[in-house]
């Protein structure tokens, strides 16, 4: 249960009857309809309040992917922010376990005093389900349900199955016009692409584009789990967060230019924060995986002549790293290694390892580090990248192989592609693709993807 703080004050005068609507939902996204329906109840009903409570994992989600409760919080929060009548609770999702309705009104029933009465608004089709709710008849003793209706709809299917049921349901219709928008509309709309102006507020959308929500992912080759751990990122400090959201802001100003690049640069950066997690990183290691991974394509904007300019400038041909490479060979690595050059004077806190991986993200080497590893896989499976079978196959192994053998696939999956697009293939790669085989041979590990 939320801190008792959460929840508004109502109930003070005790000569006085007070009522509180109830707006429950997954809100994923919260849109107008919801917002209408609130506001119209809030009007012809009386309600001094009306408290949205965003579902924790509501028990009848259980069979699709929900966006975490922090982004569905935070958008409902926003929708409402305006609205002095609406206040947003994280009482539903603090709550452990799958919620339901009744546990969630006897926590309300108990909290507020007997001169507070409930209202519980919902859609009209859910009415026709509540005498299958768990404690359907306690509900039925604590609250009055709302039941927003879209226009035409028809009233008496649902007072058939009620007059079915020997409880005693006290029901309120409303008519909404706006009802005709639903949040899994704006989900197929956002994957699409297409425009949500005018379905949700204007602070909702921008928050579903800045954290990349409902995005098509399909055919993607991600397990569920790990989908769910991209759709659901780390929850880090407050100062953390604050620099993922600057580095981003800096990225999206270095590529400007390049927004597909920009795109690729933000989705690896969530793919090697998942992936950190995914191999049991603690939640520092998956700060530095992210922000690499925002990083590594720094350089993409400049031109080849650029980066041999800055090469030179720089002293590349004497990095260790590029032994026996000539600058002019090397042109598909410099973007890398001249990108670790240059963040290192911009940003003096990033480590090594971030440094190490941001370098050799196209290259790779014979013995990877951790983060170095979680940053050349997720460049090369990253989902923007596109369903393509070849890398289908490799997302598919995810959680599945070890970190060694997924590191394996992904740079014979870059080999390959260097071959059959009639590349140059550097002697270096071959090298350590050899070394790469050599120590999996005595692994004795099975042949992969």
């Known amino acids: 249960m939320a801190e008792k703080t959460d929840l508004p004050i109502l109930g003070e005068d005790k000569t006085k009857t007070y009522r509180l609507g109830i707006m429950g939902g997954t809100f994923d996204p919260i849109h107008n309809g919801h917002l209408v329906a609130a506001e119209q109840a809030s009007d012809e009903l009386n309600l001094d ?31 409402t922010a305006d609205n002095p009548k609406f206040i947003t609770s994280r009482a539903e999702i603090e709550r452990e376990g799958i919620t339901y309705t009744a546990d969630t009104l006897q926590i309300l029933r108990a909290f507020y005093p007997k001169n507070v009465e409930l209202f519980f608004i919902t859609g009209a089709d859910a009415l026709l389900e509540i005498a299958k709710w768990k404690d359907s008849e306690k509900i039925a003793e604590m609250v009055t349900f ?50 949500l102006r005018y379905l949700t507020s204007d602070s909702v959308i921008g928050y579903i584009n800045k954290h990349h929500l409902y995005r098509a992912r399909k055919d993607t080759g991600f397990s569920s789990t790990f989908q769910a751990a991209l759709n659901n990122p780390t929850i880090f400090s407050e100062d953390e967060q604050k620099g993922i959201e600057q580095i981003e802001k800096d990225a999206a100003k270095q590529l400007e230019k390049k927004p597909k690049r920009l795109a690729h640069s933000l989705e690896v950066g969530r793919v090697a924060e998942a992936l950190a997690k995914q191999y049991g990183a603690d939640t520092k290691e998956q700060f530095k995986a992210r922000i690499a991974g925002i990083l590594h394509d720094w350089e993409k904007a400049a031109s080849v002549e650029e980066l041999f300019k800055k090469a030179k400038t720089i002293g590349l041909e004497n990095d260790p790293r590029l032994e026996n490479i000539k600058l002019e060979d090397a042109k598909p690595l410099l973007h890398g290694f001249i990108a670790a050059h240059t963040l290192k004077q911009r940003y003096p806190n990033l480590t090594e390892d ?96």
Do not use: W
């Open 146 to 195: 709302v039941g927003a209706t879209r226009p035409g709809y028809d009233l008496d299917k649902i007072q058939v199955e009620l007059e079915k049921s020997p409880i005693p349901f006290k029901v309120f219709y409303l008519e909404v016009p706006a009802l005709a928008i639903s949040s899994s509309e704006l989900r197929t709309r956002q994957a699409e692409g297409k425009s």
């Open 354 to 449: 971030m440094l190490n991986a941001i370098a050799l993200h196209t290259l790779g080497a014979k013995d990877m580090g951790f983060l170095e590893k979680i940053i050349f896989i997720a460049d090369t499976i990253d989902p923007t990248r596109g369903p393509l079978p070849r890398l289908v196959l490799l997302r598919c192994l995810v959680g599945k192989v070890s970190l060694d053998e997924l590191y394996f696939c992904c740079y014979r999956e870059n080999i390959d592609y260097v071959i059959a697009t009639n590349r140059y293939l550097l002697p270096q790669s071959l090298d350590i693709f050899n070394a790469l085989v050599k120590k999996r041979s005595e692994l004795d590990v099975s042949p992969s993807a």
């Open 49 to 79: 309040l009306v408290l949205f409570m965003p579902a924790g994992s509501p028990a009848f989600k259980q069979d699709r992917d929900v966006s975490s409760a922090k982004d569905r919080f935070a958008m409902t929060l926003l929708a």
